[in-house]
């Protein structure tokens, strides 16, 4: 009998998860004792520039989006989203998708059931 020799870590959710949790405990510890850098090169040393990493990422296009636009949005398009178009995406999709659709498949149930009486 094989025996598999996978573990947890080789699922990326957990390896993330797992490595954001080391992460967190090597930054800021819960025992309360304040750590200092021992070397140049030691990550206590880093220090993030905000406004550095803010201009790697384009600014969000301010034509709003029509009902229509939502039709031909592509997967990028939708990552890319403030919130209120994400917003206005989620009502249109309900309206459009999830209320047609069942709206359809009450309809669909009634026939079905009324075919059931008759026989």
Known sequence: ???SKH?????????LAASVVVVT???????????FPVDSKD???LKMDWAAWITEF????????TRIDFESLNPEEVWSMTKEELH?????FQETQIEKN????SSIKS???GQETKS
């Open 25 to 35: 405990k090597y930054l800021y510890p819960l025992d309360g004792v304040e750590r």
């Open 58 to 65: 384009p600014k969000s296009a301010t034509k709003a989006r």
């Open 7 to 15: 573990s947890l870590l080789d699922i990326p959710d957990v390896l």
């Open 102 to 105: 069942s709206k359809r498949e």
């Open 111 to 113: 026939m079905a059931s």
């Open 43 to 45: 990550p206590l040393t």
């Open 88 to 92: 206005e995406y989620m009502d249109w």
């Open 1 to 3: 009998m094989k025996v």
